[in-house]
């Protein structure tokens, strides 16, 4: 009989991990209620360092906004009419 991996971790189990924003540990599976826990990671690994995955992502995330901010401020109309479609 084949071994279904596709839900398999690094662990060589089929649960996730996930890291409980309370107590600040890993878990596996879904033991705590979802507004306690982030993920589902990888590995245990990847859940221990969940705080420092989601600190990356939101520096990514800010310096997205702050380039779409900036787009938007240069392609604001500054009553020239100019680039402009209307007549």
Do not use: C, H
């Not at 596996?28 to 982030?38: A, D, E, I």
């Not at 590995?43 to 997205?64: L, P």
Request: hydrophobic share 25%.
């Amino acid at each position: 009989m084949a071994q279904d991996t596709q839900n398999m971790n690094d662990d060589g189990g089929n649960e996730q991990w996930y890291f409980n924003t309370v107590t600040g540990k890993p878990e596996l599976g879904k033991l705590s209620p979802v507004n306690q826990r982030s993920g589902p990671y990888k590995s245990r690994k990847d859940a221990e360092n969940a705080w420092k995955i989601a600190k990356k992502r939101n520096e990514v995330w800010d310096e997205q906004n702050r380039k779409w901010n900036a787009w938007d401020r240069a392609g604001e109309d500054d009553g020239s009419g100019e680039g402009s479609d209307s007549e």
